[in-house]
């Protein structure tokens, strides 16, 4: 999928087939991720449309190539990483607040690490 047209929808199946993914895992990433929110017809169908194509396409990268827990995961798509301030991972951030950020938590390990020795 290059482009999605913005009043494009697919539906459960058609987005486990896309993605290569249980239509189970699809429903289960709706009950971690508050953003993941397809919508649903008046049969109960789940219909996702751009937004919610483009964020399976997030999460996926993230859990299984980036290899992120669901809660890394999380936290980067629901915004709570300060480095990272939109959903999309394709965005780059701030090379000096990655840095910095880096540096920090770093810094907070080998704190942490001294105490136990």
Known sequence: MEKIDEDYFLK???ISKEFNLEPHV???WE???KSLKPK??????RIYNKKNIELVRNIKELLYERKYTIDGARKLIEGENKVFSTPSINSVPDKNSSITSVTKELNEILT???RKI
């Open 31 to 33: 009950k971690e991720f």
């Open 112 to 114: 942490l690490l001294n």
């Open 26 to 28: 699809l429903r289960y």
């Open 12 to 14: 459960i199946g058609e």
């Open 40 to 45: 649903k017809t008046s049969k109960g169908q």
